[in-house]
């Protein structure tokens, strides 16, 4: 399989995503139009203007990735991407599941290394928001790779799920602001057919190699991660004595909901809505509900509601408004 014809393939269909032709016969690019037709949330759409009309694909592989995301659902899910901005890469993408394979082998670990500490500490962290982070070079062989969150979106996966390791990702010109999964019509059909087996198919491909790692490169990951340690936010620091509580609020998440019943004119009292399972939460802001199914709490001011019948499920959880590199929406947290 030829990988660096395969992403060339991708970025000339990028480059043609998004026109249409008018009434009048003339070519407009309406990207709005396309992400609908997609399935994409609208909250995305400008984010992801920039990207298709700036942006760069690039070869990509997951270092880890919400675990429902493999089978069969209709909730986009998050995850830890990898990849390189060398056209090294464009040839060698399998390079990347090697150091995605160093990485996952730290997860739930510590190091007395303290540059490993850190990936280790961001790899444990599945709710890291981690954004364009530069990998240290002993884990990826000299090679200048990447490290980003990114929302695995279902309607741009082949059989909406995650069925391979490679995925062509679509990085920002200035590499900071976030990235996107390459639109499914600029998978090139090779690509699709062959996807779950691809990183089987690199017989034909260049042979991998490591660069030189410098005294001086070795001292900048070692200044990175004693000045910039990964610190992960626990449920107990987001909401005093959360662990305790039913359901709890972040003052934020609590303020964004106050903010989405003003737009929505409410007149009456109102509660926010919880239900779904670990993995599918849901959120709604409701005016009326059940007293015999569903329980109530206050946080933040405001009254939350949660089926009765699996109070267990909702002991400890803890909800934020967060804005990532993936997009702004609500997080859910567990105690448990």
Known sequence: ????????????????????????????????????????????????????????????????????????????????????????????PHHLLRVCEKMYALKDKGSEDVVFGKVAAVITDELNFVNHWRLPRRLT??????????????????????????????????????????????????????????????SAAPKLFARPITNQMISEDDRDAREQPHRKKIAGELVPNAATSAVSLTRRCADFARNIARQKKLRGAWFLKVGGTDGAWSLDIVQEFNQATHSQVESGGIQILFPRARSDVFHGLVIDYQESPTGAGFVFHTSR
């Open 141 to 202: 062989d000299g090679h200048e790779v990447f490290l980003s969150s990114t929302l695995y979106h279902r309607c741009r996966l082949p059989g909406a799920r995650l069925g391979g390791n490679l995925v062509p990702l679509v990085i920002a010109p200035d590499s900071a602001k976030g990235n996107m999964i390459l639109p499914l019509t600029c998978w090139p059909a090779d690509l699709v057919e062959a996807w779950p087996a691809v990183p089987e198919r690199t």
């Open 1 to 92: 399989m030829n990988f660096e014809s395969l992403i060339h393939e991708c970025r000339e269909n990028l480059a043609a995503f998004g026109w249409r032709r008018t009434i009048l016969g003339r070519r407009k690019r309406d990207f709005k139009k396309a992400f609908k037709r997609e399935g994409v949330n609208e909250q995305f759409h400008q984010r992801y203007n920039h990207l298709a009309e700036f942006g760069r694909v690039v070869w990509s592989s997951w270092a880890q990735v919400n675990e429902h995301i493999f089978d069969a659902g209709v909730d986009d899910l998050p995850g830890n991407s990898v990849y390189g901005l060398d056209p090294y890469f464009d040839a060698r």
